[in-house]
């Protein structure tokens, strides 16, 4: 029995990136023999195991035979004549097919994967086997993605290839939504994912909404590139290092733009409203979690009203803050809000004469220091005459009065900030 430390862990390590979980692969070990050794077996279609000190994940070489169109319907070779180089021909790409003998620290790389780390190459080891497994072309995005490496043309054809034949269509909404979950990841270049998608045609299945923007014109007095979809990469690439949840808003924001009425182009009145019943369809289609639906759902309500802030009277400042940060009581909310208005504000490589980092900053600042006056504030925090009103009041007359009462205070406040500035 040998074994070797393989795929991620290696890569990263030879890219001089922090090392994940390590990866082992057995090569010449029966399940017999892993289960006397104390390895715990957790694999259903075949053997895995888990280390019974370090819960490392070890898994017998094998080779795979594709049995049915599912994502389940493969046929497992694990015997014992079973090679390291065969069990690395079955993997997708040659920078995940480097193995490292621990004991001596022999690098074992048979399909070239240190010269295509190097080169920053997303290359397929073996067109046959890679095409068993459709989910292979979201994979080869995502690591473009987030390893910033470029996919290699012959790669690029095969992908598209089987874009064609429809093979993403036999994918779950699961498999799906836990690769752009990682492609969305904070420093992920995450454009990558989905431009790369659209370049083979690989965004019509899952990403339909998405698709519809390539074709979709802006005006260029205020979008340069002329086109959502441009626009939208970008905005994306302006929240590079942010988390998933800020960039999946970022993403879908003018989702609405997609279906506006053609008679109004390249205007897109109201498309803040039409964007929400397509965000809930990706959401539902891909199963997105809430937390992620609701959301992409504020920021592509609100994305338009932010901008008019400036001219708002207070009461309308009040309920626009308390809606963004959850009734004054979610700080991160707030600040992923504003981080996906930046994308926007910013969101085209070539910038126009209205963004002005100036006024970004002073809108910025307004919210924020209106959340910072009502942040946590309760009814015992309020003057004891507005205290003693409220007391009289009933029902929906309470939720009246007590908004009063608290644009009022908001008021006193900052009109007391500004009288200290002067």
């Not at 049995?67 to 070779?77: I, L, M, Q, R, V």
């Not at 009425?261 to 997105?288: F, M, Q, W, Y």
């Not at 991160?332 to 208005?341: G, V």
Request: aromatic residues 12%; proline residues 4%; contains cysteine.
């Amino acid at each position: 029995m040998k074994k070797y430390i393989i795929g991620g862990y290696v890569r990263d390590i030879l890219r001089g990136a922090p090392p994940h979980d390590k990866d082992f692969v057995v090569v010449g070990a029966t399940i017999e023999e892993m289960l006397s050794l104390g390895y715990k077996q957790v694999g259903k279609d075949f053997p895995v195991f888990l280390h019974p000190e370090t819960n490392d994940e070890y898994a017998l070489a094998r080779t795979e035979r594709k049995t049915g169109e599912k994502h389940t319907d493969f046929a497992f070779n694990f015997s014992l004549d079973i090679t390291l180089q065969e069990d690395c021909l079955r993997r997708d790409f040659t920078c995940n097919a480097i193995a490292l003998d621990e004991e001596t620290g022999e690098i074992i790389d048979y399909f070239n994967g240190r010269q295509d780390i190097e080169n920053k190459v997303i290359r397929i080891i073996d067109e046959k086997n890679f095409r068993l497994d459709p989910l292979r072309i979201l994979r080869a995005y995502r690591f473009a993605a987030v390893l910033d490496f470029e996919i290699e043309p012959e790669t690029k054809e095969v992908l598209r290839q089987m874009v064609a034949d429809g093979m993403l269509q036999h994918l779950t909404p699961e498999r799906v939504w836990k690769e752009v979950y990682k492609a969305l990841q904070p420093k992920a270049n995450s454009s990558k994912f989905f431009e790369g998608l659209a370049e083979i045609g690989g965004l019509h299945d899952w990403f339909p909404e998405l698709e519809a923007l390539i074709k979709t014109p802006e005006i260029k007095q205020y979008h340069i590139s002329e086109n959502t979809f441009k626009h939208t990469m970008c905005a994306l690439t302006r929240v590079q290092n942010e988390d998933e949840l800020t960039k999946w808003a970022v993403l879908n924001h003018d989702s609405g733009k997609g279906n506006t009425p053609e008679n109004i182009l390249p205007h897109h009145h109201k498309h803040d409203a039409r964007g929400l019943a397509l965000i809930n369809n990706v959401s539902d289609r891909l199963k997105v979690p809430n937390e992620y639906r609701n959301f992409a759902l504020l920021f592509c309500r609100e994305h338009m009203r932010i901008c008019k802030f400036p001219d708002m009277r207070l009461p309308k400042q009040y309920d626009f803050v308390k809606e963004i940060s959850d009734n004054f009581r979610n700080r991160k909310r707030l600040e992923m809000f504003l981080q996906c208005f930046y994308a926007d504000y910013y969101g085209e490589w070539t910038l126009n004469e209205y963004c002005s980092d100036a006024e970004f900053q002073n809108l910025c600042a307004s919210i924020t220091q209106i959340y910072n006056i009502l942040e946590g504030l309760t009814l015992k925090d309020l003057p004891q005459e507005y205290q003693k009103s409220l007391e009289k009041q009933k029902g929906a007359q309470f939720g009246v009065v007590y908004r009063e009462y608290m644009i009022k205070f908001l008021k006193e406040k900052l009109n007391r900030l500004n009288e200290e500035k002067k």
